[in-house]
């Protein structure tokens, strides 16, 4: 076929005066601004664009969008490779480089072609009946290397990140067909919030396929609608495809402008959805019917009329219905038509790498080109994702969506509910929005079922991608698959990425042939989201490198960089782990000892601020900490822990005691998320919700705190009007004070071991009273510190670190509190726990510190400690270490372990291995420096 541009055609995409240069499979081709890869092809007069999946068939051009089977390609684009993109959707840009899938060196010549020949012996079931024995791995890997489509590589990789969106409308419109266009405008205009989805760049869908419409051009009545829709307040999607429908009206949108843009992907809620999705041309099956140069009728119109693409000299027509309107077209471009009988006349096409003639029984027609269509079958997949059924109908030998059954608020119009006829389909959709009686399907031109010629005639082509034909599901009906599902996989009819669009009712009607079973009992296979191939990188968002759990910030953060603070992230928030440059270690050391002589200034903002309240607050305390609550007083502060049902611990935290209705729970930092999502639980679960609130405000206050022995000078130069007096001051107590018209909430609560001082205000705030802080530590020789000193001090408390020293079977009285466990008498969340068998085990692992003879080196962090089984004589762990430092307080390694029966060997000396080293220790109690606590009351 000597394809080329038309000198006269309507030409409604494309741009002649702007020319695009690209290569394909290597050689370099020209195509016009407008063209898809698919539609440049045609017109540069390439046949061959693909290779058939098992047997490497050579395939051309079936179809002109998303049901297009064979042109899959790869393309080169700005250095980046895109894999696996359809040529019929893929508009072509300058300087691509595309090459064919599936097939080495190119589509024109592939060698591995030579499997063709071996289609005879390579059919239904070959594969899980050759290459079980010995072992089918010995087989794989060449099998997988040979089959496949495009392949991913690092340039593929690129750095687009889709944005996600929620939104919601009163009716989603799906399709922007000449019927989904009127529906969405008559809505628009009854008031409604309407989206209308269009796939396309424009509007009108297949209107040009039409003489007219209502008396107008296809292209005046398509811009005189979308004008009265946007006038109306419509919103319109262009390029966005509906790819699935979910639970509770929610329907899942990408929207994609062209090759190389990030997709958007959109989670549409909506009251109502309308289906207009139009209805799939299907296949004829006849001997050779796979041959490059025959398509879809509806594509050879495409092309010819949107592209100016001429298809030959003459043109075969075998379609099941008349073809006048077609022929008409075709002889205003000077293109000759030949009808072919489909329903009496057995054709076979006759080819070795493109059609050269159809072979009937009125002897040979010679053609460039054949168009073929086999009927039409409603557009149902996002209907039946929805949860819709379908129905068979013998006027049109087609499944249409069962209206009577439809999912709430779905509905479906035009060609996709069986109105095959504009003129009706437009009139019905008017009459189904103002809720009047629906026309009934028309019959007048019924689809004829597709039903395969006799067998002896050659192979017929069902699934063009994957190579099965109508011989291959005979045979696999033959071996007894009855379900349409079974036949599917064992055939893998429908499995590509067309997913059967173009020929799953010719298999259906070869099962129900080879069954001797009517097609409505043989059913339809199921259709699953996403209606067509998506990028991966639309469900990915910005969930990736640096976007992948993105740090929280805190509001002082400039003020940290300004002081020169190392940010680390710690518990998912951006974090000081030091300040000032050089040596990280020495920083640190630095800052423990500052705050050990004289102040250290700590921003705490991400400890946990939820507030209990109401008439059962208390109770509800009571209920969920471990400790006991019911006798803490207003204005005074406690140290407790959360438990899980199962008895470990789950946080620790402060709680403070505003009122007898109101507490504050001051938690770790990383687990603020989970303490509010476990009171909340709770509270709603045995507990009456209206007489409980939980308020998280974290993120509404900031905490700053001042720790060390010159805490109370620095607090008094701020003239805060913080009490610091013995009453007051002393620890555990709770202040309420307001500073500049803003309240200040001060605990006196330390967990470096000095006194130390949480003050809490709006975050509003935060920046200036850190200000005021910072200078008045300055006249006392102290300043910032940063998390690593804190976490160095409260190690040398013996202090622990819920999710680091803890993990999923520490229990309260592994740490030494066990009074609770013994005393507490009301209910609380874990208390069965503490008292199973596992939970009494006197060897249980418990917490307990480690120093190392002088001289000798850190702990690691994970080492085990090990002693020698007396029965096995061979060493075994009998604990762990969860946490090690050098101590600049005492000029000394310091760790924590926990270790079997460990408060019963307090002074021995143990061994500690890790990573094939071995180093001795002496188990000591967890606290390593002011046991007293004479420094929390200086």
């Known amino acids: 076929m000597n394809s080329h541009r038309l000198q006269r055609a309507e030409r409604v995409q494309i741009i002649p005066e702007a020319r695009i240069s690209f290569t394909f499979d290597g050689r370099p081709y020209c195509g016009y601004e407008g063209d898809t890869i698919a539609s440049a092809l045609l017109a540069n007069g390439v046949r061959i664009v693909g290779r058939s999946f098992k047997v490497h068939r050579p395939r051309g051009v ?63 079931g070959f594969y899980y009946k050759t290459f079980m024995w010995p072992d089918w791995h010995w087989y794989e890997p060449v099998i997988r290397r040979m089959a496949g489509l495009g392949a991913v590589t690092s340039q593929s990789m690129h750095e687009a990140v889709s944005d996600q969106l929620h939104d919601a409308c009163d009716m989603l419109v799906v399709g922007a067909g000449p019927v989904g266009v009127r529906t969405a405008r008559l809505a628009a205009e009854a008031g409604h919030c309407v989206v209308l989805v269009n796939d396309r760049s424009s509007l009108g869908g297949t209107d040009y396929h039409h003489s007219q419409i209502e008396g107008m051009t296809p292209r005046a009545w398509t811009c005189a609608e979308e004008a009265a829709f946007a006038e109306a307040g419509g919103r319109l999607l262009n390029h966005t495809v509906a790819f699935g429908a979910f639970d509770h009206g929610l329907v899942g949108l990408v929207t994609q402008p062209k090759l190389g843009d990030a997709p958007t992907l959109t989670r549409l809620r909506t009251k109502r959805t309308v289906l207009a999705t139009g209805a799939l041309e299907r296949s004829l099956p006849f001997s050779n019917n796979d041959l490059p140069g025959i398509q879809s009728l509806s594509a050879g119109l495409d092309y010819l009329i949107q592209y100016g693409v001429k298809p030959g000299r003459c043109v075969g027509l075998a379609s099941v219905y008349p073809t006048a309107d077609v022929q008409r077209r075709l002889a205003e471009y000077g293109i000759e038509a030949v009808l072919l009988n489909t329903l009496d006349d057995q054709l076979k096409a006759v080819g070795r790498r493109k059609l050269k003639y159809i072979r009937s029984s009125n002897g040979r027609d010679w053609m460039d080109a054949l168009w073929v269509n086999g009927g039409l079958t409603p557009s149902v997949h996002l209907w039946s994702h929805a949860g819709g059924k379908l129905s068979w109908s013998d006027d049109l030998n087609a499944f249409i969506p069962n209206t009577k059954t439809a999912p ?22 008017k009459d189904h929005l103002l809720g009047r009686d629906r026309h009934p399907i028309d019959g007048s031109s019924p689809t004829v079922l597709p039903v395969a010629q006799p067998r002896e005639r050659g ?7 994957h190579d099965v034909t109508v011989q291959d599901v005979d045979v696999a009906v033959q071996e007894n698959y009855r379900s349409v599902e079974h036949v599917k996989r064992y055939t893998t009819l429908g499995m590509a990425i067309d997913q059967g669009k173009s020929g799953n009712m010719v298999g259906l009607a070869a099962i129900a042939e080879q069954r001797k079973a009517c097609l409505p009992d043989v059913g339809t296979t199921t259709y699953r989201p996403p209606f067509v191939p998506l990028p991966l990188v639309a469900f990915g968002g910005q969930h990736g490198r640096r976007h992948h759990h993105a740090p929280k910030r805190l509001v002082l953060e400039n003020q940290h960089r300004a002081s020169n603070a190392a940010l680390c992230e710690y518990g998912g928030w951006l974090r000081p782990g030091w300040y000032g440059r050089g040596d990280a270690d020495a920083r640190i050391e630095h800052e423990v000892l500052m705050t050990r002589r004289s102040v250290g200034i700590l921003d705490a903002s991400p400890l946990g601020k939820i507030e209990v309240l109401g008439p059962d607050a208390r109770a509800f305390m009571q209920f969920m900490f471990y400790n006991r609550m019911d006798n803490l007083k207003p204005m005074h502060c406690r140290y407790g822990f959360m438990l899980t049902e199962g008895g470990t611990v789950f946080d620790d935290a402060v709680v403070s005691c505003v009122t007898d209705e109101r507490f504050i729970i001051s938690c770790s930092s990383s687990h603020v998320a989970g303490v509010d999502r476990l009171l909340e639980s709770w509270r709603q679960d045995g507990h009456n919700a209206d007489e409980i609130f939980i308020h998280n405000a974290t993120a509404q206050w900031a905490t700053i705190t001042v720790a060390g022995p010159q805490a109370v000078d620095v607090l008094s130069a701020c003239n805060f009007g913080i009490n610091t007096d013995a009453t007051s001051g002393a620890p555990m107590r709770l202040q309420l004070l307001n500073y500049n018209n803003a309240e200040l909430r001060v605990a006196t609560v330390s967990f470096c071991g000095e006194r130390s001082f949480e003050i809490s205000l709006p975050t509003s705030k935060a920046q200036s009273v850190w200000k005021t802080i910072i200078e008045a530590a300055k006249g006392f020789g102290g300043g910032p510190i940063g998390l690593e000193a804190m976490s160095v001090m409260r190690a040398e408390k013996g202090f622990i670190i819920v999710g680091k020293d803890t993990d999923g079977y520490t229990q309260p009285q592994d ?117 007293p606590g004479e420094r929390l009351r200086a």
Not at 103 to 117: H, I
Not at 408 to 429: P, Q, R
Request: glycine fraction near 8%; include cysteine.
């Open 459 to 465: 192979s017929q082509w069902i699934d063009l991608q």
């Open 408 to 429: 709430e608020g779905w509905s479906v119009v035009g060609a996709a509910a069986g109105y095959f006829d504009l003129e009706i389909a437009l009139e019905d959709a």
């Open 815 to 931: 740490i030494g509190f066990s009074a609770p466990r013994l005393t507490k008498k009301n209910a609380y969340v874990g208390d069965r726990s503490l008292f199973t068998a596992a939970a009494n085990d006197s060897n249980r692992r418990q917490w307990v510190g480690l120093v190392v003879p002088e001289g000798d080196p850190l702990i690691a962090t994970g080492a085990h400690v090990i002693t020698v089984d007396a029965t096995t004589q061979r060493p075994r762990s009998i604990g762990i270490v969860s946490s090690s430092y050098f101590s600049p307080t005492l000029s000394k390694p310091i760790a924590l372990a926990w270790i079997e029966s460990g408060a019963s060997r307090l002074g021995q000396r143990v061994d500690v291995w890790h990573l094939g080293e071995q180093c001795a220790a002496t188990i000591t109690e967890p606290c390593f420096y002011d046991k």
């Open 62 to 124: 079936w179809g002109s969008w998303h049901e297009e089977p064979n042109a899959v390609v790869t393309v080169h684009h700005h250095g980046v490779t895109y894999p696996n993109c359809l040529a019929t959707q893929t508009h072509l840009e300058h300087g691509m480089q595309v090459k064919a899938v599936n097939a080495f060196p190119s589509a024109s010549f592939d060698v591995k072609a030579v499997l063709s020949p071996l289609k005879r012996w390579l059919g239904t």
